[in-house]
């Protein structure tokens, strides 16, 4: 762990016993993320990387592996969790649409954080309240009073956003924040979460599948394969030169909307087969099945991860100095 | 590339509600040639399901009321046609894969059960009796089309068992069963992951290619649209703001709107995410006036409330429905 | 100013209520036959609170006898005809309602707060012990019938209406229980509710002002549902001499003094018994219109 990293995760684990099986949700993940960085985690199902964040934000508790959070250990579930953890970690969830209640106001839905830990007397409330939709560019009197169902999708994650800083957070969890919305209203909270993370030094954990989005928000970008990463790098590292398959396949998979996009994809990898199911991870390297460019080695072991320039690190045995097929 | 195929003249349909009258649907101008691909490019709320609905005359017509305009299918009107012909045409000629395969698919029968009914039907429909085995052979070699490993097996399972992925093959399965001429494909991926969806796309592109049907491409993604269909309209608000062959107008779009949405998707180029569209879809209730992206565009003239624009030639084939582009200013 | 920030409030949450309230009605109002029974309900209602000033034989309703006009025929004079001791069956039908009317309101005011309590605690804590315990005492009430425990209640005690009110609560309270524990046990996966807990709130706050409001629409929508079912079972009980005891004029009471006449002197049994039928077809009604109501509309 780095001086500056402000969460890392060592080893996490986290399995699902299930009546089909063990469901190993995460496999063994470990990821640094430096104070002030955007680190996007990218996946497909099954890729474990909600239920990644959900143990960073207390949701589980990892079945062994650690995670650390300025230095100090806090892997267990949030019932456990101290009041001042809960104040520097939070979370905004994909799904706009539930995650505020509808019988409730925008105003009630905000003072709880404030209540539950205790933040000003009722008229700072209300102060801070109104501050806190002026920072996610919501003008207050229109929007305090309404219930959710009276406001837009992507201004119902801007309030969502707004609950989450209210606690004056250090460290926000978001997952798939914008998947639900339309891209014309995705552009204006991803360029407000950006800056409010220069004004008030916030650090993100920012899930999604979308790796076009990724490109233009992540510092880092770390991908996910059944429950283990593929590779970490940072981001315009990553785009210009994807090492392990997976992410090669996954980038030549998006869908662009101009010429010059299409020349920055690798070539095209056709992917096949379906996804296999956490219960029934492939032995050897997980993604060895699907893999076009799969040795012998890759159904036996499964390979370490190996440091390369710049701090990318790859999980691949193409790249870790064993046997390669030219 | 025949000629046309569905031809949605002026289409006006509302829903009546509580607070008054939605006023969805403003005059949609639509066509499909045979053998094209069409994309129907929208937002939430923009009407493209509507369309299809109607097309499909799915639309549930107590609160749904069609007030104006046609819909052309090889020279007859949908909207004309009798009970009887609407059902024969929705077994021929007509076929659709929505967005979301598990309310498609029936969880209580096998897989077989479902796709047996649907080419029995389209057989029987078509005068033809085919024996058990003929029916059974049929399903197979649909579900081994769309890339189904192990048909024989999926023909048992149940839709639970099967991953996203598998059911939406299977949809495009039963979808492509009939021969039919003209499918509508209403965000067909949109659920699944990216790596499944690349796959589906070709297989879907390569099928459709294969027996010349026509696709009326309904999603939100112009990624989507760019890579499947040969021409494209943009919609807004219950009106096509734009339309013409695919990569020449997402590489140069002309309408504020279309320039805006291309603006809002972020790029592997890494430049940044552009703002988005300030403002917010219209209340369907009180409409603005004019043309209906007029408040939220920034190129908005005097002209643009008062008057819907009707399209404009860019081109031959590229239309706008924009004051920029012509009439009075 | 603090005092003007709650008028905001209050002004603001009143205009939502009343849109809704607007809303709710054109949903309403939309199925005739709901109207109709809210018609009808009113009707009753207002005659049973203004009952001793618009029969035409108040005094009928208490220990009143008159055999010359025994066992009449239903007449311009006496509506439904009279009873076995001269009694004007209208008159007593109407203040009968009084009763019935009572009997649903106290029961359901007895039994559906517990009830709701319980399954809003089970259902948060679900797959603890506290579901498991909540539960079967849930499913111990649930399981003997209603009517024989209710039976078996007032028996022990002396037969009077408000034995009865009790009796009846304490076997209706099981299934508001059962509902909103399936309510709670699925809202508590919302992930607003997540969002409450991760943020550090109390379990009550949770219970009561995060899932008890998404709640509160079936459980209204059944309980005027039931209105109709408990009036039927306090009518039962009265009508096998466990509930209002005569001389007063309970619908079931009347229905069994009555009966002893069939098939001669039918009016002293039917229209006390059309009287209850009435009431719960009315309530039913309304009901059904309450569940159009709260019911999502896509489209």
Redesign the interface.
Known sequence: MSAMSILALEELVKHFPTKRGVVRAVDGISLDIAAGDTLGLVG??GSGKTTTAQCV???YPPTSGRIVFEGVPIGMA?KQRS?EL??KI??V?Q?PG????????I???LS??LQ??GIGT??DR?NLMNHLLEMVELPPADYL???PQAI??GEKQMVAIA?ALA?NPRFIVLDEPTSAL???????I??VLIRLREELGLTYLFIT?????M???ATRVAIMYLGKLCEVAR??AF?RSPLHPYTR??LS?????????EV??PKKI??????P?PVDVPPGCSFHLRCPERLPICSEVDPEMTAHEDGRVVRCHLFNGSERAC | MGDRLLDIKDLHVGFRVFEGNLRVLNGVQLDVKQGERVGLVGETGCGKTTTVKSILRVLPMPPAQITGGRIMYRERDILEMSRGAMTALRRHELTAVFQDPLQSLNPVFTIGTQLRDIVKDSAIGRGKRLTRRAVEARCIQALRETGMPDPERIMTNYPVQLSGGMRQRICIAEALSTNANLMLADEPTTNLDVTIQDQILRKLDQLVEDKGASVVMITHSMGVVRDMTQRVNIMYAGNIVETGPTRKLLKNPKHPYTQGLMASVPKLTGEGVSDGIAGRIPNYLEPPSGCRFHPRCPYQMSACSDEAPPFFDITDAHKVACYLYGGEK | MEGEERLGDLRATLIQKRHGLARGWYKFSRNRLSVLGLIVLLIITMAAILAPYITPYPGHAKAYTNFQDAGKPPSLEHFFGTDRVGRDIFSRVIFGYRFSLTIGIVVLALGVAPGVILGLVTGYHQGTWIETVGMRITDIFLAVPPLVLALAITAMLTPNLMNQMMAIALVWWPWYSRLVFALASSLRNEYFVREAELTGASTLHIMFKEILPNCLAPVLTKMTLDMGIVILLGATLSFIGLGVQPPKPGLGTMVAEGAKRLPGEWWGTIFPALAIVVVILAFNLVGDGLRDVFAVEEV
């Open positions: 497909e199902s934000v207390g949701i949030f009041k809960k104040r939070r979370i969830f799904d539930s995650s505020l209640n509808p019988k409730r106001t105003k009630q839905i709880v954080p539950v830990h009722r008229q209300l009073h309404k219930h837009g999708g609950r606690t339309d891209v014309s209203v995705q552009g204006k991803i360029n599948h979308d790796l076009s989005l490109r233009n928000v981001t315009a785009f396949m996954l998979s998006i869908p662009v909307v101009t010429d010059e996009e920055l994809k056709v992917s096949q087969g379906e996804i199911s």
